[in-house]
Nanobody, 126 residues
Framework: QVQPVESGGGSVQSGGSLRLSCAVS????????MAWFRQAPGKQREGVAG???????TYADSGKGRFTISQDNAKGTLYLELKNLRPEDTAMYYC????????????????????WGKGAQVTVSS
């Protein structure tokens, strides 16, 4: 069983930065894709960014130019760098994993992912 665990959430002012981390409970073998999603109160969960094992990245429009997804395969850790944060970025951020994943690019649809963390809260004040 793969269990992602997020860390690094917090509260910042508009324009600030945060770095989220996601560690998985066991090394991932074979093909896999990892991604970050977020869900604000009263809204549907939405994809933020995804990355394949080979490092191909996909970003939703909401985070392009401000968010950066990366991974450390040796450590089994996923990262999301959040910069120039806005109040509308306030949400619970979730790490998700799917394996196997043979796609050339990550499909940021929640139903495509099998394993989910419990989330890390990001709050941005104006």
């Amino acid at each position: 069983q793969v269990q992602p665990v997020e860390s690094g959430g917090g509260s910042v002012q508009s324009g600030g930065s945060l770095r989220l981390s996601c560690a998985v409970s066991r090394p991932l073998e074979g093909s896999y894709c990892m991604a970050w999603f977020r869900q604000a109160p009263g809204k549907q969960r939405e994809g933020v960014a995804g990355i394949t094992r080979s490092g191909t990245t996909t970003y939703a429009d909401s985070g392009k130019g401000r968010f950066t997804i990366s991974q450390d395969n040796a450590k089994g850790t996923l990262y999301l760098e959040l910069k120039n944060l806005r109040p509308e970025d306030t949400a619970m951020y979730y790490c998700a994993v799917t394996s196997p994943c043979w796609r050339g690019r990550v499909d940021l649809t929640p139903e495509e992912f099998d394993y989910w963390g419990k989330g890390a809260q990001v709050t941005v004040s104006s």
